[in-house]
Structures are given as C-alpha cells and as structure tokens.
C-alpha cells in the first residue's frame, strides 16, 4: 500500500481531539520541515550515536522520509486499517536496517524534541501527550509486525550475482540467486543493497514471475550520477553479493477474475510488466493482456525480443511498441505511451498495471481515469517514492 498521506498536512473535518492537537502541530511546522528534519537527525544522533550507523552516510537524498512518514502516520491516526496496512509493512521492511524495539523511543525522543522546537506557539503540555499515545501507537504497530515476520522470514536476504548482461549502454538484466527461499508475487519490488553503497536501499521490481530454480532477475537503468544504480549497471559482476529486503509492492495479479489486463511498461518498467504476463501464462488463463511497450527510440526497447517471443507463445497477448522521439522499431506506434493507450482504447472490460517513471505513471493514471477508468482499477508502485528516490 502507498504511503497515508503524500504532505506534511492533509485537510480534514471531524478529527478526534488527539488528531485535532496533532494536525495544528502538523500545520505550524510544515513551512520549516528542513529545518525541523535536520534538527530531529541532528538530536537523534548526538543522543544516540549509535544508531548513525544504521543509516546511509549521505542522507540527502530521501533524509525527510522517515519523520514525514512519522507526520504523516499521525496525521491519520483515525483511519486505522490504512494505517496498521501501511505501518504494519514499514515494521516488517524496517528488520532490513537492522532496526530494533529498543531503538523506537529514541526516535520518539528525537521527534518530540524537534516538534516542540519548531512548533512554538501550539505545543503545550497536552499537544506532548497527544503526540507520545500517537507515536506510541505507530512504534506499537511496526514493532509488533517485525516480531511476527521474525518467526518466518530473514531480516534480509543475500543474493549472489549469477549473471550480468549488458543490454544497452545503460540497462543492465541482472540474474541473483538467493541465499533460501525467497517467495514473492509478480508485479513486486525489492529494496536491494550493494556492497559498494552500504546502508543506500534502493527499489528494484521483479522481471519474471517466481521461477523453479529460486533465481531473480531484476532490469536496472544507471541514472546519471545514480549511485546504486550505476554500480549495478557498471559495476556489478557475477560472484557479487548484493542484500535484499523482503517483496513488497500491490501491482500484483488478480486471479479471482478474468478481466483483461492493460499493462503499460516505460523502460526497465517493461520488467515487472513481462513478469505479469509469466504469471497469467502460468494460471492458465486466457485472458486478453494488452501490452505497450515504450521508450524514447527503437534503440532503447531493450528487450524487445522477449516481448515478441511471448507474443508468438500466447494467443491472448498482444504487444505493442510505442517511441517518443528516436528511430522505432518496425510497426511501431510514435509518441508518448498514455496517448498511443488512450487512441487504441476503449478499455472498459480491462484493469490497467503501469509501471515506469513517475512522469510516465502520473501522465498514464491521468489519461486513463479521463477515458472513464475506475480509480480502483489502475495498479501502479508507488509514485511519491519514486519521486523522492528516483524513477526506473
Ligand atoms: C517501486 C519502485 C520500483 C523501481 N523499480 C526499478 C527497476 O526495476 N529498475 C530500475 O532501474 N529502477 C527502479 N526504480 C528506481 C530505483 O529505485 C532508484 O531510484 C534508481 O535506480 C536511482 O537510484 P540511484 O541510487 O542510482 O540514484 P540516486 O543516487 O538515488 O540519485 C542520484 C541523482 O539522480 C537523480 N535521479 C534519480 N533517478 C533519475 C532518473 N531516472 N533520471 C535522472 N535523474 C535521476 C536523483 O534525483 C539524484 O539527484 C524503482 C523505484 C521504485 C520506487
Ligand atoms: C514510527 C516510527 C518510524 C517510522 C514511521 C519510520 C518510517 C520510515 C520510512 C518511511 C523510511 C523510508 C524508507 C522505507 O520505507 O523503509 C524510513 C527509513 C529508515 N528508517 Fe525509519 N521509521 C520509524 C522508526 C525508525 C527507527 C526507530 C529506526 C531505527 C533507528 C529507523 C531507521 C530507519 C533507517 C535506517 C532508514 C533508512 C534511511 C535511509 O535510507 O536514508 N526508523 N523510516
């Protein structure tokens, strides 16, 4: 599920009285969120030198996200299913960082420090006791999901690198394989760690179903001056060992009914999209999957061969290619990928699964409800953070 909120503040009408001490806080400190981010950072770690070590040791590039996730969490304390749903994954993936209960009240502490600080005119005895029963609340719920995912799975996996390929100058298709049993759905993502960025998680999504030999494979782009990408792309060779976090991610097949599927693939996007349609092949179905594949040239359709590969197989898979501004490919459909879906619609009796940069996914999830597609029936990765780490 995505992140509750996406800001600082959120509007809202009939908060309980906790919720209403808590957003006034919310509302006083969004104008200085850096400097309340770099105050909370600052005190967490002077107190507890400690735990600097769990975190990356260049944290400007998604610094804000834990107390904004924190802020945000709060800021919703009266929705609790969404909430325990979202806290209830960011405990299990937090096990990765190696994040304990002991560590919880030092963030408290830090966040407390950094709010009263920046919220000086609302913050009084009360608004402090309203903030320590929902932090409480959030650690609790964290807390409790890393305790239970301990009983059955690693805190992190790792996964030696069993081959490399070079596609283009900047894709790579990475093959890993896991150190034990790594279960996960298609159409899920990973946080990935290298040895040569430590304590810099990124996200990687899955490019093929769950296969019988356990391997995973993964389509990097190295992004200019990305550092975990780049190392993955130039870097990386077969004997490496990267570290895992567990599956997540909700762009996953349902299998409960047989409606078609739309699924729009830009750049390495076309590799969680090429593991969807693995995982229909592998149901059984026979469902109509629609499948455009876009890049800038023909060029950058790195994996085409594939794609076309499938299509011969399956009867009900269709691919299409769609280029925005280079030479394509023959057949190709030129422009940009939520104009060239929107021209071959309609897509009444289709669920459409988007995947690739953010601009792309935003301009797609646009296009589609403007055609009448139910919101509900769109499944995308998370925008806001790829926004904040950098799309595929
Ligand atoms: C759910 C999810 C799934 C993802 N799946 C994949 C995947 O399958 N394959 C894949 O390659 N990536 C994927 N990504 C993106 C990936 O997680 C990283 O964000 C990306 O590899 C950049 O990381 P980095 O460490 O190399 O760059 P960073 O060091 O984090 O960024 C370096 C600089 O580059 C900028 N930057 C980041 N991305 C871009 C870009 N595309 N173009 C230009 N500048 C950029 C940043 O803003 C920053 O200034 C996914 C992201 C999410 C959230
Ligand atoms: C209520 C408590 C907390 C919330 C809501 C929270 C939320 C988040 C979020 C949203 C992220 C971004 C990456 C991700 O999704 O995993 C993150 C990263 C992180 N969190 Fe937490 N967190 C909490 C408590 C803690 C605690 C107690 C620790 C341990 C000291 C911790 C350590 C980390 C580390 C090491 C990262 C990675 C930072 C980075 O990559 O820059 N978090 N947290």
Known sequence: MDAPATGWTENGTDRSPDATLIHRTLTEISPVA????????????????????????????????LLRAILTAADRLDDPDALAEYLGELGRGHRKYGTLPAHYPAVGEALLGALSRYATTTWDAETEAAWVRAYTAISQIMIDAAAEDEQRAPARWHAEVVSHDLRTRDIAILTVRPDQAYPYLAGQYAAMET???????????????PRPDGLLTFHIKAVPAGWVSSALVYRARPGDILRLGPPTGSMTVDHSTHTGLLCLGGGTGIGPIKALVEDVAEHGDRRPVEVFYGARSGHDLYDIDTMMRLQKTYPWLEVRTVVSTGPGTEGALKGLLPEAVRQCGPWHEYDAYLSGPPGMIRSSVDVLRGIGMPAERIRHDCVEEMTTTGPA
């Open 195 to 209: 040895p040569w960025w430590p304590r810099n998680w990124r996200h990687y999504s899955f490019a093929s179903a």
């Open 34 to 65: 850096d400097q309340a981010t770099s105050y909370f950072y600052a005190l967490l770690f002077i107190r507890y030198p400690d735990l600097r070590d769990l975190f990356p040791v260049s944290m400007d590039v998604q610094r804000d996200r």
